[in-house]
């Protein structure tokens, strides 16, 4: 089971993180999370970290960027 994250906070994702879900996403395609947020939200997560991404294939550095910040993997539209 997964839970989803839109709220941009690094605080939030780490309660999120020890509610017992399998993995955890990062909505960064419909919200207000940026880089810089998810970055964070990603350092505070101890379970399996996903995000959603505006970027497509097409554009991958926002991709690889997010990758290299501790996402497991990348959902894309």
């Known amino acids: 089971?997964?839970?989803?994250l839109s709220i941009p906070s690094a605080f939030s994702a780490e309660v999120m993180a020890h509610q017992g879900f399998d993995?955890?996403?990062i909505d960064m395609q419909h919200g207000?999370?940026?880089y810089?947020?998810?970055?964070g939200m990603l350092a505070a997560i101890s379970t399996t970290p996903w995000c959603r991404s505006r970027a497509c294939l097409e554009?991958?550095?926002p991709?690889?960027?997010i990758l290299?910040?501790?996402a497991y993997g990348i959902i894309c539209r």
Do not use: P
């Open 1 to 4: 089971m997964s839970g989803w």
């Open 36 to 39: 810089q947020a998810a970055a």
């Open 68 to 70: 290299d910040a501790g």
């Open 63 to 65: 991709i690889m960027k």
């Open 23 to 25: 993995s955890l996403v």
């Open 59 to 61: 554009r991958s550095r």
């Open 32 to 34: 207000v999370i940026d």
